[in-house]
């Protein structure tokens, strides 16, 4: 099958962990993938096209964040069924410290909110003729930080979330007549690189008693981008064992 006939996803994030796992979720599905990462396409990953489809892009550069656009639309033909906002850091401080607000300088602030922010409303306004020629849908991943303070997880990276949230729900608004849906999802406590030593007493408390996996968060995905979530949108799907009850 072409790739003008098969529906087409662009993830950013996609190198490991939840992003990885939503490859390989709607690689299953017969999709195209675009993945974006900062880091160059790596020949182990088992997806054909894989290279072909792989654009390398620092989100934390506004600059090449705005540029890249143009070679996206370039390799879209005209459609975007799906965008998934799912790229983003949570610097530490000496020894894996948390960052606070009384210890992160503005660099930092600045670096975290051009990626896990910024980058999502730039990709989704900068290709809304992609998306809005197919009624698609975007989905951006916040995280369960973005409405407690959480132990690990730094001020900034907390605060980006929680303003990622708030752009679900202005997103859904805006493009809602060009039928386009935006939604979130927040993650818990998932096994990825990014988890903190002592996350297992996060888990001991959960209702569920155990991490996530990157597929069972690739799986909600998944749901917010097919046609079984058609009539859903603005909304933030917590992922996380129970986490914020």
Request: net charge positive; with cysteine; hydrophobic share 25%.
């Given at each position: 099958m072409?790739?003008?006939?098969?529906?087409?996803?662009?993830?950013?994030?996609?190198?490991?962990?939840?992003?990885?796992?939503?490859?390989?979720?709607?690689?299953?599905?017969?999709?195209?993938?675009?993945?974006?990462?900062?880091?160059?396409?790596?020949?182990?990953?088992?997806?054909?096209?894989?290279?072909?489809?792989?654009?390398?892009i620092d989100l934390a550069d506004p600059n090449k964040t705005i540029d890249v656009i143009e070679k996206l639309r370039g390799k879209l033909n005209g459609e975007l069924h799906a965008l998934v906002n799912n790229a983003g850091i949570s610097p530490k401080g000496p020894d894996g410290a948390r960052l606070s607000t009384l210890d992160t300088d503005l660099r930092t602030w600045g670096l975290v909110f051009h990626v896990n922010f910024f980058a999502s409303v730039i990709l989704a306004r900068g290709l809304k003729d992609e998306l809005a020629a197919v009624s698609g849908s975007v989905v951006n991943v916040t995280s369960i930080a973005g409405s407690r303070v959480h132990p690990f997880a730094g001020a900034a990276y907390a605060t980006s979330k929680a303003a990622l949230r708030a752009l679900t729900r202005e997103m859904a608004h805006d493009f809602g007549p060009l039928g386009v849906r935006v939604n979130a999802i927040a993650p818990g406590e998932v096994e990825t690189s990014i988890l903190s030593p002592g996350t297992e007493k996060i888990v001991e408390g959960l209702p569920l008693r155990r991490l996530g996996t990157p597929s069972e968060v690739a799986d909600v995905i998944w749901f917010l981008c097919s046609d079984q979530s058609s009539y859903v949108t603005g909304t933030e799907i917590e992922v996380n064992a129970g986490q914020h009850v």
């Open positions: 072409g790739d003008i006939k098969r529906k087409t996803l662009l993830l950013t994030g996609a190198s490991r962990g939840i992003g990885h796992a939503t490859v390989k979720r709607f690689g299953r599905e017969g999709w195209r993938v675009l993945t974006c990462s900062r880091h160059p396409f790596d020949p182990r990953c088992p997806w054909p096209g894989g290279e072909d489809n792989h654009i390398q």
